[in-house]
C-alpha cells in the first residue's frame, strides 16, 4: 500500500487531534466545473482524501460554483468520474449554490454589523480606487450608507432590480490594508445568468472569498486546503470567518502548486489547445488532463505513487517528466504481459521452412507474473521485424541486430541468418531472406554459437494489423523560447506507425495495456477496432530524455 509520507499538513493535523482542537479531520477537494481536472489537481485530490482517510475523517467532494457564466454540467459529470477513477469516494457531493441562501443570511448580518454596503461605482472605478502596493486606496463615496439604505439596496439587488455592473455589495474592512485583499474586497455581483444549479432563483452571486470560507464552515471542514496562490487570501478568510460569526470555524492552510516539465498544467491553457483545435480534445493523450492520461494507459495507481513521492511542501515545485514515467512504468511492469509488435515492419522470408506450415512456440506472458499465464505464438516462413532490427551497412563489432551475413536469435523462437536483402525499384528494401536452424529452437538449451543479439518479431500470416500512436511532448519547456505559449506548441507531437502485433495478444479490449517487448507500454484506444487495433504509447521502456 501507497502511504503518505510526512508533511507539514500531517503535522498540523496530529496536533490539532492531540490538543483536542478537532475531533476528527474533514478535508474537501473543492475544483470549479469550468474545465477537465488535470495531473496537478491530483496532488489536491490525493492530498485531501489521503489525510483524511490516515486520520479515519471524512473528505467532501464540493463543486466551488459561484460564477455561472464559465461552468456547466458536462465539467461536474467530469470531475465526479476522474474522483472516482482515481479511486477516492467522497463522503458527500455537495456545492457550493448549496449554501446560497446561507451566504445571503451572512451577508445581510455584515451590513446589519455595518460591516458590509452596496456601491454604486462601477468595475473600473473600484480597480481604480483599489490604490497599489505602494499607494493606499480610496475610499468609495458610498462607503458610509446607512444600514437601512444597504439593507433595502441588496434585497434589490437580489430581487433583480438593478443590471449587471450597476451595483455589488462590498465588505467594509481597510482601504489602505497593505493586504490588497482587505481593501474593501466585493462580495456579491449581480450576473444575470440561469445557474447550472439554482437556475434563476439568484440574480447576485457570491464572490470566491466570500462563499469559500462560508462552505468550509457549513460542513465542518477542519482544514481547508488550497495552493500557495491563495495565502495573500487568508486573512479575508479569517475575516469572514470571524464577523460571520460561523458556528464552525476551519483553518485554511496553502501547500505548493505542483508543476512538471514539459508539461502544460493551467486550465486556460489546456482549454486554449482544444479551443483552437491543435488537440483532438480534452482527452487527446497528449493533454495532461486525467482523461488524457486515463486515454493514454495511464493508471490512478501510478498517478497516487507518482503524487506521493513529490512529497507535499509550502512551496511551488516543478518535478521532471522522467519521474512521472517512472512510476508509470514501475506500476505497468508486473501489471501487463509482455508481447510481440512491430511499428515499423519489414517483411521477412525464411527460405528453408516449408511453405504453409506454421508452428507455435510456447511464451510466457510476464516472467514476473505468473499469475497472467501463457500464450502460444506462431512462427512460419513469413514474418516482420522491426526496421531499425535490420541494416544494410557494414556493421560494426558493437552492432547486436541483424545484417546481411549475420545470424541473430528471434525471441521465443529460433536462429535466423540473413543472406540476401531484396530492394524496390527505389532502392528500398522490399524483403530480406534468412534461414533458419531448427537446432535452435528457444528453450532447446542450443548454445553451440553465440547469435549476434536477440530480436523480437511477428508472425505474418496470423499477425494483427495495428496503428501505433507514438507521442512527444505537446510543448517544449526552453528558456530561450520566449514565443506565446500556443505558438510552442509541438507540431510532430503525435506521431503514427503503421505495423502489426502478434495474433496471439491475449484480448484487445479499450484500456487493455501491454508491454511490447524491446519498445514500450501500449494501451488499446477507443478508436481501435478488430480490423486495425490502435495503440497509444503510455510510455516508452526507456526515457528519452538521457
Ligand atoms: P488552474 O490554475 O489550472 O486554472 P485552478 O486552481 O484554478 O486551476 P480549481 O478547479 O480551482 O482550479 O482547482 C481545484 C483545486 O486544485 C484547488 O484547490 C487548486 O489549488 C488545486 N490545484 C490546481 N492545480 C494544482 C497544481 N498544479 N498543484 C496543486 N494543486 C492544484
Ligand atoms: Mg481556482
Not at 471524512?58 to 454540467?73: G, I, Q
Not at 547486436?400 to 523462437?413: F, I, P, T, Y
Amino acid at each position: 500500500m501507497i502511504m503518505i509520507e510526512s508533511n507539514f499538513i500531517k503535522t498540523i493535523m496530529e496536533n490539532d487531534l492531540e490538543t483536542g482542537k478537532v475531533k476528527e479531520i474533514v478535508t474537501r477537494f473543492p475544483p470549479e466545473p469550468n474545465a477537465y481536472l488535470h495531473i496537478g489537481h491530483a496532488r489536491a485530490i490525493i492530498t485531501n482524501f489521503e489525510l483524511a482517510k490516515l486520520f479515519g475523517g471524512k473528505t467532501y467532494l464540493r463543486f466551488d460554483d459561484t460564477n455561472p457564466a464559465k461552468e456547466d454540467v458536462e465539467y461536474v459529470e467530469a470531475i465526479k468520474k476522474d474522483v472516482e477513477w482515481l479511486g477516492y469516494k467522497p463522503y458527500k457531493i455537495t456545492f457550493g449554490s448549496d449554501y446560497f441562501d446561507y451566504q445571503y443570511e451572512k451577508a445581510v448580518l455584515l451590513i446589519k454589523k455595518g460591516l458590509a454596503y452596496v456601491d454604486d461605482l462601477s468595475q473600473e472605478e473600484i480597480a481604480k480606487y483599489r490604490g497599489t502596493l505602494t499607494e493606499p486606496g480610496i475610499e468609495s463615496p458610498y462607503r458610509n450608507r446607512s444600514v437601512e439604505e444597504n439593507l433595502e439596496l441588496f434585497e434589490r439587488m437580489r430581487k433583480g432590480e438593478f443590471k449587471e455592473g450597476e451595483k455589488v455589495l462590498r465588505a467594509k474592512i481597510d482601504m489602505s490594508s497593505p493586504n490588497l485583499n482587505l481593501r474593501d474586497p466585493i462580495l456579491y455581483r449581480i450576473l444575470h445568468i440561469e445557474h447550472h444549479q439554482t437556475k434563476d432563483k439568484w440574480c447576485i452571486y457570491p464572490m470566491y472569498d466570500f462563499a469559500h470560507p462560508l462552505q468550509d464552515a457549513c460542513e465542518g471542514i477542519t482544514h481547508s486546503l488550497c495552493s500557495l496562490e491563495f495565502e495573500n487570501n487568508r486573512p479575508l478568510y479569517e475575516w469572514v470567518i470571524e464577523n460571520c460569526e460561523t458556528d464552525h470555524i476551519p483553518r485554511q492552510i496553502e501547500f505548493g502548486r505542483l508543476n512538471i516539465t514539459n508539461t502544460v498544467m493551467s486550465k486556460r491553457y489546456l482549454k486554449q489547445l482544444v479551443d483552437e483545435g491543435k488537440v483532438t480534445g480534452y482527452d487527446d493523450p497528449r493533454m495532461p488532463t486525467l482523461v488524457g492520461l486515463r486515454r493514454r494507459g495511464v493508471t490512478p495507481e501510478a498517478i497516487k505513487a507518482f503524487i506521493l513521492s513529490t512529497g507535499l511542501s509550502r512551496v511551488n515545485s516543478t518535478v521532471d517528466v522522467d519521474q512521472f514515467e517512472h512510476f508509470i512504468r514501475e506500476d505497468l511492469k508486473p501489471k501487463v504481459s509482455r508481447i510481440m509488435a512491430v511499428v515499423d515492419p519489414i517483411k521477412v522470408v525464411i527460405t528453408n521452412y516449408p511453405e504453409g506450415k506454421i508452428e507455435y512456440l510456447d511464451a510466457v506472458n510476464n516472467a514476473e507474473n505468473p499469475d497472467l499465464g501463457s500464450r502460444k505464438i506462431a512462427f512460419s516462413r513469413y514474418l516482420y521485424i522491426e526496421r531499425d532490427d535490420f541494416t544494410l551497412e557494414k556493421p560494426n563489432k558493437n552492432y547486436k541486430r541483424l545484417a546481411l551475413g549475420l545470424e541473430v536469435r528471434l525471441m521465443h523462437a529460433y536462429f535466423i541468418k540473413c543472406n540476401d536483402v531484396i530492394l524496390d525499384e527505389n532502392g528500398n528494401i522490399k524483403e530480406i531472406h534468412c534461414t533458419y536452424d531448427e537446432q535452435t529452437k528457444s528453450g532447446s538449451g542450443f548454445n553451440a554459437r553465440k547469435p549476434n543479439g536477440t530480436i523480437h518479431y511477428v508472425e505474418a500470416t496470423t499477425a494483427r494489423k495495428a496503428t501505433f500512436n507514438l507521442f512527444e511532448p505537446l510543448i517544449i519547456d526552453d528558456e530561450n523560447d520566449d514565443r506565446p505559449f500556443i505558438e510552442r506548441v509541438n507540431p510532430n507531437s503525435w506521431i503514427k506507425k503503421y505495423g502489426f502485433v502478434e495474433g496471439s495478444i491475449p484480448s484487445t479490449n479499450v484500456l487493455d495495456s501491454y508491454q511490447f517487448i524491446r519498445n514500450g507500454y501500449y494501451t488499446v484506444d477507443k478508436e481501435s477496432t478488430e480490423d486495425n487495433l490502435v495503440f497509444n504509447r503510455t510510455v516508452a521502456l526507456k526515457s528519452s530524455y538521457r
